[in-house]
């Protein structure tokens, strides 16, 4: 079984900066991509900010320039770096991996995801 763990999130005034890790831990053989996505009450989850091991990012509009992706290819872990947060980036931010997993004598490619964390921007 895979697990992803965040930390991070809470309560900060606009213009701050906060930032979240997940860490990826289980049956892993090897991990294609981690990322962010976030959700508000009656919105689609979105994506936030993606990075691939071989190192391409992506982000999106509303967060770049702002936000940074990273990750610690040997921990299997990930961190986003938010600067000059705006109200408008509260949400519950979840961590989001593709990578290969073995179960039995298979190998799967599947997507998981951790809890959840939540992050409010106001004064």
């Known amino acids: 079984q895979v697990q992803l763990v965040e930390s991070g999130g809470g309560l900060v005034q606009p213009g701050g900066s906060l930032r979240l890790s997940c860490a990826a831990s289980g049956s892993i053989l090897s991990i294609n991509a981690m990322g962010w996505h976030r959700q508000v009450p009656a919105k689609e989850r979105e994506l936030v900010a993606v990075?691939?091991?071989?190192?391409?990012?992506d982000y999106a509009d509303s967060v770049k320039g702002r936000f940074t992706i990273s990750r610690d290819n040997a921990k299997n872990t990930v961190y986003l770096q938010m600067n000059n947060l705006k109200p408008e980036d509260t949400a519950v931010y979840y961590c989001?991996?593709?990578?290969?997993?073995?179960?039995?004598?298979?190998?799967?490619?599947?997507?998981?995801w951790g809890q959840g964390t939540q992050i409010t921007v106001s004064s």
């Open positions: 990075q691939t091991t071989g190192g391409n990012t």
């Open positions: 989001h991996a593709k990578l290969f997993t073995k179960q039995g004598l298979s190998v799967l490619f599947r997507d998981y």
